[in-house]
């Protein structure tokens, strides 16, 4: 088994693809080590001490490493752990399989939606599914969608894109921008 890896554009995150899915649905991003405990590949990678970010992607991991951290002693150990992982087909989750499934991601709504904005709601998703999540994927991250209310679109940048130097400029210029233009009830997108 071979594991190769790719830089985003966080300095701090490389994205690592072992050459088979890792998530066949959804994504799932472990902030710190108690949420970590739920994977015990996540837990694994934890365990260095110097990762501070963990996110699975449908063919990729995303690790971020903590502040001051050397990837050059980091990544051999990442891809260590990684190729333990695939090598034993031990399951990604505990008490759960290796598909994942049986784990939902964490895509609660941070606003109570109005029942009227059911189609504006629709068509941003339909943007964010088809344009904004493969741009954001290839980066080593994701989007998930947090609410619309009063013209605001809520999304969350989870795995290398949370806490990357441009991602105001994601949000704001790129993502804002483009459903602005195709949806107009849109007036502007916060973070969540």
Not at 30 to 53: C, H, K, M
Request: glycine share 8%; hydrophobic share 45%.
């Amino acid at each position: 088994m071979f594991i190769e890896t790719e830089t985003t554009p966080n300095p701090a995150s490389l994205k690592f693809l072992p050459g088979r899915t890792v998530m066949p649905s959804g994504t799932r991003e472990f902030a710190s080590p108690e949420a970590a405990a739920a994977s015990p590949l996540a837990q694994a990678l934890f365990d260095t001490g110097e990762v501070v970010n963990v996110f699975y992607g449908w063919n990729f991991i995303t690790v971020t490493a903590a502040p001051g951290a050397d990837w050059g002693a980091l990544k051999p150990q990442v891809v260590a752990i990684l190729l333990d992982h695939f090598v034993s087909e031990a399951p990604l989750f505990q008490g759960g399989s290796a598909d994942g499934i049986a784990v939902p991601a964490e895509d609660e709504p941070v606003v109570e939606e109005d029942e009227a904005d059911a189609e504006t709601v629709a068509a941003i998703n339909e943007l964010l599914e088809t344009r904004v999540r493969p741009a954001v994927a290839g980066d080593g991250g994701d989007i998930a969608y947090r609410g619309f209310k009063d013209g605001v679109v809520y999304l969350t940048l989870q795995g290398a894109c949370s806490g990357c130097p441009s991602s105001t400029a994601t949000l704001k210029q790129g993502i804002e921008s483009l459903l602005k233009h195709y949806v107009p009830e849109v007036v502007e997108v916060r973070a969540a």
